[in-house]
């Protein structure tokens, strides 16, 4: 079978929503690949007759500051993320998250949009960009919709993008203020697939000895990637010293509904590790801020 | 829309009409015919496949060809510049030939492009960087550190002009010519420039392309098959079932027990099985037509483990039931040995299934000629037993088939059994035309024989001076469907079970159960490897009852000259292991302090990054050369001197990346006393080359190497009689000279002497077969063996006892090999061992779960990378063999058996927690961390 009937190459988002539409068969928008080809050659995807390649679409390569805001098209290369000094100036976590994954081959093609819209529960870029209050901007035929990226995601595998109509067109992020810092940490398996254990994206606001405000992101919780509100709320206003892991916070993580994956990790070890990553990370997040 | 794929391939343009769901590595590989991009795994994990897109290395598997309109494409041909004075080679492939970092070859265009792309960005790389950047291109040969070096080497080249540096290479103080002295692979060249042909790298006209339709299901009878739909599908040529084999059904290389493919109302006994096999026009066709053959089973029971096998009510899988082979070894009196032990302890310990994971899939082609003969173009490990094989399904004399061996992309002995070369030559002589019958990493992993997991109870006793008395061992072993080396492989387990040492009282006894998982078969080590890690953790485990030293504790029982094995053998030479020892031992402590084996506390700061733990572990080891318990082990070589006075050896051992072709050149250039760039290798073809054995038991190097050293003396001694006569002299004085013959005063061209034989009617070439020593069977005392390889080595690791996390961090090997015939190639092959046996300690895991392989696919399958590479340094240990050749015996499995147990040792010192179950895992390693410390 072939992996594909017609292959095309728009220039423009518009060009690239018609051909969605318009395809014959199935329409499917391609980025780097490095998950949808591979899900069509083993059989996890139903056929596809249209590929849509949008990575020559120049709006979907920019990376650049716009107004308040770090402008990220979807199909930049996570390569491109993790070396950018921009990226890494006003989100370092999504920098460190994108250089953790995969090898430079699959780096230089792999993207965000991909890494987003393939809506794993604990993909490294997005569960990075949880923690970065970021919007993603969707495109159709008629217009752009900003959705907040937390709403992206409806189940495991699922997103709200409206299939064959809709793209991603890139992510926002607001810029990095004074006193505001981000960092992102993983486990991973020795054994097995390259998809961590567990990670952790955390955001923080400090003052003096405070953490004023503060955005915490952990996956694999649940079928989609997930802020942790509810130790959010415990901590923000509290120093960084006292509380940060206390039998209050404890409490909480032990809410999360991790999975026990069968050959992976249990819940029971998610648990002990989410506790580890959240003092590493926000610590490290912490430092950097200051 | 673009019908035209215009694009740029090592300068040179291309206009390409556009075929839907092309990917570039196929372009590549099948329409410009650059097949030096080489496809490991097709599904992004290994990196074989990578080439440099404007500057940026990818993956040319999952990169649609169509997107690489109007882009610029370096690929693996396009570094070497060739001009009028030859070819100049690039300082990475340069540095990949001279710093030994080219074994099997496979992997090497993906290393030398991600590297490639590396260096153009940045020409001072760190270690870490270079780490970074090859993370995830995979070698299995693992020859990482000497990557690495040549890497470094290049960048130097680049950044100053200057030739690329040497490697760095202590090499023993020696009176051979080239014997011992560092010498590149013969085809280290062709390897580093893509041109090496791999048997997928072939084409034939009118081929047709293969598949085979597995069970999919463990066990069960195949209760009906159609392929009435399959045959309709326009493109398939032909479909065959269990019925349409002309002669013998089932193969196997000891017993045949294994069907080609099974016919209906028989049974089924692992996933891999075949039950019918198609022939298409295209790769697509063939893989297409396998949706459309409906095959119904009635599902049986499964066995999924040995021990579950023996039970009595247990389903029996083969008609003598499930039971391959029941061995024992039995020395002494072991109760009394227990009853004199002041300490006795026990333990079971279980290893996993693990994968050759070897890079370059399986490969055959089978290719009918016009004289009614069959070709078989295959990459294999046995090429006389793939043509009697072949030979017997298809109901013809052996000498009807001529087995054409390939260059194979590693082996490890993961290919010695037959895979599809039956099923191609089938579908070729049905057809009339060629067949290529090419497996994907999903088909290689179900099917080929895996190393057999193990169930191994250890009880030792012991004097409290530490001197042992008994060792009693029970093993279980999971030889899996068929029985392909499993009796054979578990004999070395059991015979190796009680470790390096004199035992005056042994009791081992081995159950070889089939079961409904993949076969098990051959695999580096060869059933020691996982009796080396129990019988070493007890080592371990008794030091620390005695209050022992470890090392001391070995030392003190090691067998040396004068010893007697387990199986009744008097070890009457060459038996290193004490010196290997100390050697570990002393290195160790120099950079460790005195006590290696205490904990040491790296980092501790509050929770962050948890508490890093280092310390040291220790393990020996030995290992058979050669079959031995009474199996005539022969191999035959033949010499022969040309006109231009470059010679050729013959035979047909198998070089799977090992560096055998650099041996036997080697060899024969040492006897005729000329450069080894005069010597040819012509291997595994058998028509051409005489049969060289199986390659397997670490036995080539010992059994083939001395047929090319006797056939060169005996050519050596036809040219000097021949010369002799013509200028009447006596023999004395004729002497060889660097390629000349020197005969009294007088000094000719080796060379011209070609034609004075055949003057006298006598060819200028010398065939010996030469008989290894004789052994004598498991149970007749008397020499089981003709030779043992000893090795010790020691581990430093770092455990991290908040998450469970091992690393490796520094590995010191010595191993006895009788005499480094080739240092840089034992370079490689000490590496490689070693990395291997890291990734069956943490890394690897081949995962069964009743009869289904969870591990279908290299990204669920994890070999070691550059990543895990510790640093590493090796000891060569030189008590030489008196027969073997210039003192060698085996290399290839020794280096990796202690490194399992050395790992888990020194994670039972570091944390305290003993490791009996294989691989480490981090989450069992972490909850008994904590169950330690309350
Ligand atoms: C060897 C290897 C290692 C990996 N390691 C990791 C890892 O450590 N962590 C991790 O998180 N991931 C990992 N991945 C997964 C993968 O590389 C990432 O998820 C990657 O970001 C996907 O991006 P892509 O551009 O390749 O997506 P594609 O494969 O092109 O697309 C994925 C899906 O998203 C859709 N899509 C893509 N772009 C858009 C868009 N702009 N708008 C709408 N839909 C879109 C596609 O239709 C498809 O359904 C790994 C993959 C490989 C092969
Ligand atoms: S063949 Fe492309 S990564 Fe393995
Ligand atoms: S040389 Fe790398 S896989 Fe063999």
Redesign the interface.
């Known amino acids: 079978m072939k992996l594909w009937q017609e292959y095309l190459r728009p220039n423009s988002i518009s060009e690239a929503v018609q051909a969605l539409t318009s395809s014959p068969g199935q329409a499917c928008v391609i980025a780097g690949g490095t998950d949808l080809l591979l899900d069509i050659q083993q059989g996890r995807h139903s056929n596809v007759h249209t590929l849509v390649d949008i990575t020559s679409i120049p709006e979907l390569n920019q990376l650049e500051v716009r107004r308040d805001l770090l402008y990220i098209g979807a199909t930049v290369s996570l390569n491109r993320i993790a070396s950018s000094p921009l990226a890494i100036e006003h989100a370092q976590a999504l920098a460190e998250a994108s250089r953790l994954i995969g090898g430079p081959q699959v780096r230089n093609v792999a993207t965000l949009g991909g890494n987003v819209a393939h809506a794993l529960p604990a993909a490294d870029g997005t569960i990075a960009m949880m923690s970065l209050d970021t919007q993603v901007l969707v495109a159709s035929q008629e217009n752009i919709r900003e959705v907040p990226l937390q709403k992206m995601f409806l189940g495991a595998g699922k997103t709200a993008l409206s299939t064959g109509k809709e793209l991603i067109a890139g992510f926002c992020i607001p810029l990095r203020k004074k006193n505001q810092a981000s960092a992102f940490k993983r486990i991973m398996r020795s054994q097995g697939i390259a998809l961590p254990i567990i990670n952790l994206s955390a955001w923080l606001q400090r003052e003096g000895d405070r953490i004023v405000d503060l955005r915490i992101a952990a996956g694999p919780a649940g079928a989609t990637p997930r802020r942790i509100a509810s130790v959010e709320d415990l901590l923000r206003g509290n120093t960084i010293k006292d509380g940060l892991i206390s039998d209050a916070v404890c409490e909480l993580l032990d809410q999360i509904q991790f999975r026990t994956s069968p050959q992976r990790a249990t819940a029971e070890y998610r648990h002990h590790l989410v506790k580890l990553l959240l003092v590493d990370t926000l610590l490290e997040a912490w430092d950097r801020a200051g | 829309?673009e019908n035209i794929l215009n694009l740029n391939v090592n300068g040179t343009n291309y206009e390409l009409p556009?075929i839907?769901?092309e990917?570039l590595a196929d372009l590549l590989r099948y329409r410009l015919n650059l097949t030096g991009t080489k496809i490991g795994c097709?599904?992004?994990e290994c990196?074989a496949c990578?080439v440099v897109i404007d500057s940026?290395?990818?993956?040319s598997c999952?990169?649609?060809a169509?997107?690489a309109?109007g882009k610029n494409i370096v690929t693996i041909e396009g570094l070497a510049k060739q001009d009028n004075k030859g070819i100049h080679l690039h300082p990475l492939q340069e540095a990949f030939v001279t710093h030994g970092a080219v074994q099997c070859g496979f992997c090497i265009p993906g290393q030398i492009m991600?590297s490639y792309?590396?260096l153009e960005q940045n020409q001072t790389p760190t270690s870490q960087e270079i780490r970074?950047?090859?993370?995830?291109?995979l070698c299995r040969c693992a020859g990482y550190p000497s990557i690495e070096s040549a890497i470094q080497a290049a960048a130097d080249s680049l950044r100053t002009g200057q030739p690329v540096a040497p490697v760095e290479l202590s090499i023993a103080e020696n009176k051979n010519r080239v014997i011992g002295q560092i010498q590149v692979r013969p085809d280290a060249v062709e390897k580093v420039t893509g041109k090496a042909i791999f048997t997928d790298d072939l084409k034939f006209k009118d081929m047709l392309f293969a598949a085979a339709k597995r069970a999919g299901v463990p066990h069960a009878i195949l209760r009906h098959l159609d392929i009435g739909r399959a045959k309709d599908l326009p493109g398939v040529i032909s479909i065959l079932t269990a019925q349409d084999i002309p002669g013998d059904v089932y193969h196997g290389l000891v017993i045949p027990d294994w069907p080609s493919m099974v016919g209906v109302g028989e049974r089924i006994r692992y996933v891999g099985d075949t039950v019918a096999i198609v022939a298409a026009e295209t790769q697509?066709i063939a893989?297409?037509a396998l949706y459309l053959i409906e095959a119904e089973y009635d599902e049986l029971p499964v066995v999924s483990d040995p021990v579950q096998a023996h039970k009595p009510n247990a389903p029996v899988l083969h008609k003598n039931g499930n039971l391959l082979k029941h061995i024992k070894v039995r020395k002494g009196d072991v109760e009394e040995g227990f009853n004199i032990a002041d300490v006795i302890l026990e333990h079971t310990f279980y290893t996993s299934m693990t994968d050759h994971a070897f890079i370059e899939p399986e490969c055959s082609i089978a290719v009918p000629r016009l004289d009614g003969r069959m070709e078989i173009y295959v990459g294999s490990q046995i090429p006389y037993a793939d043509r009697e094989q072949v030979a017997r399904a298809l109901g013809w004399p052996d000498e009807r088939v001529r087995v054409i061996g390939q260059l194979m992309g590693g082996g490890f002995g993961g290919k010695e059994d037959i895979m599809g070369q039956i099923h191609c030559a089938l579908l070729a002589n049905a057809t009339g035309r060629p067949v290529k019958l090419l497996f994907d990493r999903?088909e290689s992993l179900l099917v080929h024989p895996k190393r057999h997991a193990t169930r191994i109870r250890v009880k030792l006793g012991a004097r409290r001076d530490g001197h042992l008395t008994a060792v009693e061992t029970e093993l279980y072993g999971d030889t899996g469907a068929y029985a392909s080396l499993g009796e054979k492989v578990m004999t070395r387990a059991t015979t190796h079970s009680a470790g390096p040492y004199e035992v005056p009282n042994v009791w081992a006894d081995c159950y070889a159960m089939y079961t409904n998982n993949p076969p098990a078969g051959a695999f580096r080590g060869f059933g020691v490897l996982q009796s080396a890690f129990a019988v070493e953790s007890m080592m371990d485990m008794l030091a620390e009852k005695l209050k022992m030293d470890p090392v001391e504790l070995r030392r003190l029982n090691a067998l040396q000259v004068g010893s007697i094995t387990n199986t009744g053998q008097v070890l009457r030479e060459s038996v290193g292991l004490t010196e290997c020892m100390d050697k570990v031992r002393d290195e160790m402590i120099r950079r460790a302090g005195p006590n290696p084996f205490l904990p040491n506390l790296t980092v501790e700061d509050g929770?962050?990054?948890?508490k890093l733990v280092r310390a040291w572990g220790f393990a020996a080891a030995y290992k058979n050369t050669g079959l031995g318990g009474g199996a005539p082990d022969k191999s035959g070589a033949e010499v022969e001197l040309y006109p231009d006075g470059s010679l050729e050896v013959r035979t047909s051992a198998a070089e799977l990346g090992q560096g055998l072709v650099t041996v036997l050149q080697m060899v024969v250039a040492e006897e005729m006393n000329v450069n080894a760039q005069n010597v040819r290798v012509l291997i595994m073809d058998t028509d051409l080359t005489p049969d060289g054995g199986p390659t397997t038991a670490s036995r080539q190097t010992y059994v083939t190497g001395n047929a090319a050293r006797l056939a060169a003396r005996s050519l050596k001694q036809a040219i000097t009689s021949t010369l002799a006569e013509k200028y009447d002299l006596a023999p004395g004085h004729v002497k060889f000279i660097e390629g000349l013959a020197q005969v009294g005063e007088k000094t000719i061209p080796l060379g011209s002497v070609v034609a004075d034989m055949q003057a006298s009617g006598q060819a200028a070439r010398a065939l010996v077969e030469y008989w290894a020593p004789e052994t004598k069977p498991l149970g007749q005392a008397g020499d089981m063996h003709f030779a043992f390889s000893f090795a010790a080595q020691a581990a430093e690791v770092e455990v991290n006892t908040?998450?469970g996390?091992?690393r490796v961090l520094q590995v010191i090997s010595a191993n006895d090999v009788g005499r480094a015939i080739n240092p840089l190639g034992l370079q490689g092959q000490v590496e490689g061992g070693l990395m291997m046996g890291l990734g069956h300690a943490?890394?690897?895991?081949f995962?069964v779960e009743e009869g289904i392989v969870?591990?279908d696919?290299l990204?669920?399958?994890?070999i070691p990378s550059i990543t895990h590479t510790p640093q590493i340094t090796s000891f060569i240990v030189e008590h030489p063999t008196q027969e073997g050749p210039y003192g060698a015996k085996g290399v290839g499995e020794i280096v990796s058996i202690p490194t399992v147990p050395s790992i888990t040792n020194a994670i039972y010192n570091a944390v305290g927690v003993r490791v009996d179950r294989l691989?480490?895992?981090?989450?069992v390693l972490?909850w008994e961390i904590k169950n330690k410390n309350g």
């Open positions: 829309m556009i839907p769901g990917t097709n599904e992004a990196g990578t940026e290395p990818v993956l999952i990169y649609p169509e997107r309109q991600t792309a590396l970074y950047a090859l993370k995830d291109t697509e893989r297409e999903h929770l962050r990054n948890g908040q998450t996390e091992v943490l890394t690897e895991n995962i969870v591990t696919r990204a669920r399958y994890r691989p480490v895992d981090q989450e972490l």
